[in-house]
């Protein structure tokens, strides 16, 4: 049997390659001798004894104190439940210290006037949900589909109804909104005069109280949403102030 795949399965979480090959040997043999584990696994003999106390503190093996020494895995249950122990502790490890970084940055970034650009569907919804959970007066949205709500953004947008914050559609002439849509409270729609609807690029448009912006568009089927945003900026305010003046809404 070609052991390869599960070789570099668990290589990939995190397992060296001879500790990969130690286990899945032994997985095979059962428990086994050095030499049964250096046969079986394509390890240097010398290198199994090693390899064999790295997998014992790793919680993976057990080890027979006899004379040749006997190794035998734990059960893969157990393994498993390890390997995400350990991949729980380094995912909130990382997470700890980029969230410090992230508060120790803050500040900067809040006055930074610049323009950021995102791509992929999934991180521009993520940061349009971000900027309307942030909204204190106003959003305005605007998409090429309306009728299929991604569930974070309409989750974003229901929020708003709690904290009084009106959202108003902006709806191409003959456009589908769904139920969800009218069925939110504070969720308004209003009608785009069609020589202001016809772009065949524009995907979303999102607008957040006074200085707030989200704008998106594919520049073709196969190409990835691409996205530019700013937010609490006078870039993004004067921007608003513009664009606004020729959307049929009202301040």
Not at 21 to 31: C, S
Not at 90 to 101: G, N, P, Q, S
Not at 147 to 163: F, I, K, M, Y
Not at 164 to 171: A, D, E, I, K
Request: with cysteine; charged share 25%.
């Amino acid at each position: 049997m070609d052991n390869s795949e599960a070789i570099d399965a668990l290589i990939e979480l995190g397992l060296s390659t001879y500790e990969a090959r130690v286990f899945t040997a032994l997985i095979e043999l059962g428990e086994g001798t050095a030499r049964e584990v250096a046969k079986t696994s394509d390890v240097p003999r010398s290198q199994v004894y090693t390899t064999a106390k790295e997998l014992q503190s790793r919680g993976f093996i057990s080890v027979q104190r006899a004379n040749p020494q006997v190794f035998q895995p734990i059960s893969l249950s157990e393994v498993e439940s390890q390997l995400s122990r350990e991949f729980e502790s380094k995912r909130d490890t990382a997470f700890d210290r980029l969230e410090t970084l992230e508060r120790q940055t803050a500040p900067s970034a809040e006055q930074s006037e610049d323009v950021w650009t995102i791509t992929g569907t999934p991180a521009i919804i993520g940061r349009a949900s971000q900027l309307i959970d942030e909204a204190e007066a106003r959003v305005i949205y605007g998409a090429k589909d309306l009728a299929h709500p991604d569930a974070e953004l309409l989750s974003s947008v229901r929020s708003c109804c709690s904290r009084g914050v009106p959202v108003l559609l902006l709806q191409n002439n003959g456009q589908e909104i769904a139920e969800p849509w009218r069925e939110t409270e504070c969720v308004s729609s209003v009608s785009v005069p069609p020589q202001q609807s016809k772009s065949e690029h524009a995907v979303r448009l999102l607008l957040v109280d006074s200085d707030s912006f989200l704008l998106s568009v594919h520049s073709n089927r196969s190409a990835p949403e691409i996205a530019i945003w700013s937010a609490k900026t006078t870039f993004a305010e004067a921007f608003l102030q513009l664009l606004t003046g020729s959307l049929p809404v009202t301040e």
